[in-house]
């Protein structure tokens, strides 16, 4: 079982909750997660001194792997010449020197691809097709029981519920690549609210039988929160094991002094119970911690 913390677009500068920060610090210190992803926007104009204020915040979170990517305002927006000659100079001072990432920690392998497009897109962001080929080499190999996941700042699917969210150019491109590479959880931000689904309800895609869990966290720690989550505060938990992957989803408020759960949502890896021939005999199609049997005890 793999518990991984993913937050996401905490904004340092003038959005930044700091009593939300700490609160967030202390639940990441009670529930030692095994891995933190963090998926971009770290700062609200990618100034120095937001930057130098987010190390400081990284640092007093535990000391566990942790995977970052940056957003897109994690590059200078009106700095234009900032923009165009050196877009992560900042970010890849105080951040992560690499942009595209690959960590492996024991069960999961976890590659993390810069989706900002400083030139172009600003703030749409754009996924190119050569790291699609650097992702596929990463997971090349991997075992089929480790899990995979991907990790980008801007979503590869719209919340069903949320108008105005298109997802990047060419991100069905992007699913079908990841959908063949077997990539069993993508996170991501950017939404400033969750989305916790299945890729198969959003893209149906180039293979109905593997679907790709989508965990979206919202802003995590600043008053960017938008839709149902205005002015809130999430992010998620991700629990994982060689069948289920359990996300968990975690709201601020400041009446319980931190962050509490909302839902929870249960899904088997790509979509369905694994099927060998020996466990249709079985009959374990079933969630095997909660014992919820999707199929009948004479399967
Ligand atoms: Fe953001």
């Known amino acids: 079982m793999i518990t991984l913390l993913h937050i996401s677009d905490i904004h340092f500068g003038p959005p930044y909750y700091p009593e939300v920060g700490t609160a967030l610090i202390e639940f990441a210190h009670e529930t030692g997660p095994d891995v933190i992803v963090a998926s971009g926007d770290f700062t609200q104009r990618a100034k120095e001194e937001q930057f130098r204020a987010v190390r400081a915040f990284l640092d007093r979170l535990p000391e566990v792997p942790?995977?970052?990517?940056?957003?897109?305002?994690?590059?200078?927006?009106?700095?234009?010449?900032?923009?165009?000659?050196?877009p992560y100079r900042y970010y890849r001072q105080y951040i992560s020197n690499e942009l595209d990432t690959v960590t492996t920690v024991p069960g999961a392998v976890i590659?993390?691809?810069?989706?900002?497009?400083?030139?172009?897109?600003?703030?749409?962001?754009?996924?190119?097709?050569?790291?699609?080929?650097?992702?596929?080499?990463?997971?090349?190999?991997?075992?089929?029981?480790d899990q995979r996941i991907l990790?980008?700042?801007?979503?590869?699917?719209?919340?069903?519920?949320?108008?105005?969210?298109?997802?990047?150019p060419k991100a069905k491109r992007a699913i079908d690549a990841f959908t063949r590479?077997?990539?069993?959880?993508?996170?991501?931000?950017?939404?400033?609210?969750?989305?916790?689904?299945?890729?198969?309800?959003?893209?149906?895609?180039?293979?109905?039988?593997?679907?790709?869990?989508?965990?979206?966290?919202?802003?995590?720690?600043?008053?960017?929160?938008?839709?149902r989550e205005r002015e809130k505060n999430t992010f998620n938990v991700v629990r994982l094991d060689?069948?289920?992957?359990?996300?968990?989803?975690y709201m601020y408020f400041a009446p319980a002094?931190?962050?509490?759960?909302?839902?929870?949502?249960?899904?088997?890896?790509?979509?369905r119970p694994s099927m060998t021939p020996e466990e249709a005999e079985e009959g374990a199609f079933y969630f095997d911690h909660e014992r919820e049997r999707v199929r009948g005890a004479d399967a």
């Open 66 to 86: 942790r995977v970052v990517t940056p957003g897109n305002h994690d590059v200078p927006l009106y700095r234009v010449g900032e923009r165009l000659m050196d």
């Open 111 to 145: 590659v993390a691809l810069n989706s900002t497009a400083p030139y172009r897109a600003v703030t749409n962001g754009r996924i190119h097709s050569w790291q699609l080929e650097f992702a596929r080499k990463a997971f090349e190999g991997t075992s089929p029981e």
């Open 151 to 168: 990790v980008a700042h801007h979503h590869f699917a719209p919340p069903p519920d949320f108008e105005g969210a298109d997802a990047m």
């Open 181 to 227: 590479m077997r990539v069993d959880l993508i996170l991501g931000g950017h939404l400033h609210r969750a989305y916790i689904g299945n890729s198969l309800d959003v893209y149906s895609g180039v293979d109905r039988e593997h679907g790709i869990v989508i965990a979206q966290s919202g802003t995590s720690t600043s008053r960017r929160g938008r839709a």
């Open 242 to 249: 060689a069948r289920i992957i359990r996300v968990t989803h």
């Open 257 to 271: 002094g931190g962050f509490v759960p909302t839902s929870r949502h249960i899904f088997f890896r790509g979509g």
